[in-house]
């Protein structure tokens, strides 16, 4: 019976995957997933409204679904829809997430009005009351150096920014103070000649009629308002529709429509959904955004086939399931090591297995996505750390069969993905690289090569670390185990050198190449600089016997910190030429990253005669 | 006294000494990357790594409180060369090892080189504009120039040292003494309003001078601002003095004067380096991506000249593609004026291609070591099982 655990564990976890995998079912009469795949400009890419949606709800509000005030759950497309087109119902989403108390007050507003477990999400009703001191405290912050800014100041500014983003999304098709915007647009072929004439009509001084001349007026008035706010640019240039540039938001083709005389097609369908959305028509919804979707296949054969993938890799949420099979991971391999070991054993390494390839196939459409190498920000480099480690332990668990790779595997990949998950707060994870950073050559070489320095490392820390607790806590870490474990760190170390070695070199030659010195001391250099530098430390003390297997152990851990700081704690600083990836809120769970690992050492550090598995007698 | 020897060779050799040495440098790198957060990179490189020993102010005293960079980088190196000497034993197998420390000694060695020559300079093109020089980061020059006769113009320039010493200097082109009463290494100017009463009277009595007051200012070390010094400079002739002149470089143009009837130019500016050749600025791009503010590339179109006709050329510098030319790398560093001035950075660093070798050879190195450790690690697998 148990000999087909492994086998009854893979097939369960893959019909898992598969059902993730289909394409995401709408309910209702609109075909939303049709909408959710048309292509728009955002941030200097093309990208479908699907992650529109989904990444400005994060930014917003830190998930990806909406409670309406009726209670239930509205889709991210949903949700963008009523955005875009029935503003006045938006507001009344719980959309905006605030936990700093003072910023609260700050908008007359508690806990207690907060909708959502936690009672943290508020409508942009509730908001929008206390904006001009919000505005007011806004400036006041922005005065403070970013690097100095108070909690409160900084949640001020996320605030403000999140409003706007709120307010140019809105401000996207919707001309603000405009009463029947759509109609008129519906109507621009009467509604345009009509207001010529009669503005002709009154300059000649002849008697005109003031209400057409007045609604064209209104129409100029809300291209330029639309051009100025619009934050999507939905609408595709006539000609070719391939290329970045020449895309438009929809007051700028709004404003062309009216010196051309001839309504843009692109907006003439965001015109028409929009009616048939506020007026419930899902049969006049469905058939525009068909016929607009053939229109761009028509004229773009190939091309949208890029946004279709992406909004099915949205909804597939490969690293989130990743993540959940990662957590099965280590508990089947640590339960294998009361009972079962065979069985348990295999079965969690066939999730290993699953879950890896599982982040490869998310990896490779990232990057296909992209045309980029894998490593591009913070995030993409959280993704390749745990697809570097959990290979790597593939191959230990291959060698050893002993569950510690598995274990570690569960363990690396769990935690990179959760970190990856909050570091996808900040916004589209698929981002333009800026200047300096725009090499392909360089990312492939320099940033895979460092990146993967860093997964070793970390790698030897987390394996270090199962050690001290298996050794310290229980009876299990016998002398074949810890001799095993001894190797695998000082082979990872080995490995974690080259890379991290080759890494910072070829970034010492890029700079060398983009800034005119090999070697400048920046931070981020002698981050990486202090991983190779404890890497060979640890190799040297070794080599010299000055550490046996437990000093092995804790100085593997150190390197955790080390490489932690290099990771992150650098980019805390706000200083050098790297500080693109700058971030704060991360700062408080490194701290508590680094007191845990110095908690490990100290563990580590308890005379052997105080470990479990050493202080036995002889087995 | 002879085992005392013994004991210091032995301990120079050790391995433990190589440990020891990797902590420092570790501790060295970290203090140096956070004390970035108030020292710009150029001062905390001349504090921490290009010294041998670590002076902190506490209170008003200097004290060592940590070998420098030179200390550690030396002392590793005479660590690694000894323990290699004194330990030389062929083997097949420790050449990887061999490699590894071999790439590290260059590389240290070339690091050492390029702080000691490597030379940084900048270049400011307008859009048009045609430069046979480069201009210093830091260091200033007072530039007397005569140009009465339309032909060439006579450049003296005296450099910052004598002026920052308050020193009068007399040269043989100039009819008059150079008498510098005020240097301020740092400083600020402002229009003197004719409200200001209170405020003491300027020394300047020519030029704009009389018009403008200097302000002292503590010097800064951050990465994005420059000191601007300005002085006080009298001219004293055979008749007695010509003046006293307010120059800075905030100043956009020099001031004219007259003397001992000649036509006479005077500006304290960044010290210029004349190049064999020139640079003119064609066009400089500024592409954004689309729809965005977010910078997708930066680049120079330039023409490059000499004076013998030999170079004649359109060259193109964008990011990660700098210029190489006479010794010289120019690098796109930053633009200026609504995207119609163009900041190149000019380096001048003869061991540029030390790093690239040593690299390459500690990788070599380090890929036959584990390499070897690998292979010995799966025969003895396969021996075991």
Known sequence: MKRFLPLAVLLLAALAVVASLLPPRYQGEYDLAAFSRLPTLVNGRIKPLDTVARTSLLVLQGRQSVSTPEGRSASPTEWLLDMLYKPEVADTYATFEIVHPDVLTLLNLTPDDGAGVGKKRFTYLQVSKGLPELARQSQLAESVEPAVRTPFQRAVIQLRDSVILYQRLQGSLLAPGVPNFLEQLAHFDTVVPAGLAAVRAKQAGQPHDAAAAKALLELSDAAAALESTGYLLPIPPVGDRGVATGWRNAGGALRASLESGQLNPGLATYAGLGLAWRGYQPAAFNTLVHEYRAGLDRDLPGFMGRCDVEARFNSAQPFYTAMLLYVVVFLLAVFSWLKWPDELGRAAFALVILAWVLSTAGIGVRMWLEGRPPVTNLYSSALFVGWVAVALCIVLERLYRNAIGSVTAGLVGFSTLLIAHHLALGGDTLEMMRAVLDSNFWLATHVVTVTVGYAATFLAGFLALLYVIRGVFTKSLDAPTADALARMVYGIVCFATLFSFVGTVLGGIWADQSWGRFWGWDPKENGALIIVLWNALILHARWGGMIRQRGLMNLAIMGNIVTSWSWFGVNMLGVGLHSYGFMDAAFWWLLAFVASQVAFILVGSLPLSKWRSFSAPAR | ?385
């Open chain 2, 1 to 385: 006294m002879l085992t005392t020897l013994k004991d210091l060779r032995d301990l120079l050799v050790s391995l433990k000494l190589t440990v020891v040495l990797i902590v420092f440098s570790i501790i060295l790198v970290m203090a140096a990357t956070l004390d970035q957060v108030n020292l710009g990179v150029w001062v905390v490189q001349e504090k921490y790594f290009r010294t041998f020993v670590v002076f902190w102010k506490v209170g008003g005293v200097s004290l060592a409180v940590f070998p420098g960079g030179y200390s550690i980088g030396g002392l590793l190196l005479i660590n690694l060369l000894g323990a290699h000497i004194y330990r030389f034993k062929w083997e097949w197998r420790k050449l990887g090892i061999w490699f590894a420390h071999a790439g590290l000694i260059l590389l240290l060695i070339g690091e050492l080189l390029s702080g000691l020559m490597q030379q940084d300079f900048t270049l400011r093109l307008d859009q048009g504009q045609t430069k046979n020089y480069s201009e210093s980061f830091r260091n200033i020059e007072l530039a007397i120039t005569d140009t009465t006769d339309p032909k060439f113009d006579e450049v003296v320039a005296i450099p910052e040292r004598p002026l920052a010493r308050l020193e009068t200097i007399q040269h043989p082109k100039l009819p008059f003494r150079v008498v510098v009463k005020t240097f301020f290494p740092n400083s600020t100017l402002s229009m003197r309003g004719p409200m200001m009463g209170a405020e003491a009277p300027g020394i300047a009595t020519q030029g704009v001078g009389p018009q403008v007051i200097a302000t002292v200012k503590p010097l800064t070390y951050k990465e994005d601002e420059r000191n601007i010094p300005s002085a006080y400079i009298e001219l004293v002739g055979a008749e007695g003095s010509l003046g006293t002149w307010l120059v800075s470089p905030a100043l956009e143009e020099p001031q004219t004067f007259t003397a001992a009837g000649r036509t006479w130019k005077m500006e304290l500016r960044f010290a210029r380096h004349y190049r064999p050749f020139s640079l003119t600025l064609l066009k400089f791009s500024h592409d954004r991506y689309a729809g965005t503010d977010i910078p997708k590339n930066f680049s120079s179109r330039i023409r490059l000249t000499t004076p013998d006709g030999r170079d004649d050329r359109e060259v193109l510098i964008y990011m990660n593609n700098p210029l190489r030319y006479a010794g010289l790398t120019f690098y796109q560093a930053g633009f200026e004026n609504n995207d119609t001035t163009t900041v190149l950075q000019v380096v001048r660093n003869p061991s540029w291609l030390i790093p690239y070798i040593a690299c390459g050879v500690i990788t070599l190195g380090l890929l036959l070591q584990f390499g070897i450790h690998l292979a010995g690690f799966f025969t003895k697998r396969r021996a075991a099982a």
